[in-house]
């Protein structure tokens, strides 16, 4: 089994910035994807953005531009820097460690963006 913790997350000013947080323990193995989604109040869980074992990214549009993810495979983690943060980015964290087969989730993290 593997287990995420997500950290980071908090209230921010519409304009600023965030750096999540996920470290995986337990047996990780290697060559995963890590990948953060949201969930919105109301609405259904989306993905934000990935980067897989070799450093390759992706991310939705939406965020393209303003968000960056890493990682550090000897630490097991994930970090999403969020910068230029909107109201609309509002949404519980979810970061995931993603094989072929299966995944594992953490618990999330909340980010609020006021206006």
């Known amino acids: 089994q593997v287990q995420l913790v997500e950290s980071g997350g908090g209230l921010v000013q519409a304009g600023g910035s965030l750096r999540l947080s996920c470290t995986a323990s337990?047996?990780?193995?290697?060559?995963?994807?890590m990948t953060w989604f949201r969930q919105a109040p109301g609405q259904e869980r989306e993905f934000v953005a990935l980067?897989?074992?070799?450093?390759?990214?992706y991310y939705v549009d939406s965020v393209e531009g303003r968000f960056t993810i890493s990682r550090d495979n000897a630490k097991k983690s994930v970090y999403l820097q969020m910068n230029s943060l909107k109201p609309e980015d509002t949404a519980v964290y979810y970061c995931a460690v993603q094989y072929p087969r299966t995944e594992f989730w953490g618990q999330g993290t909340q980010v609020t963006v006021s206006s």
């Open positions: 337990g047996r990780t193995g290697s060559g995963y994807t």
């Open positions: 980067i897989n074992w070799s450093g390759g990214t």
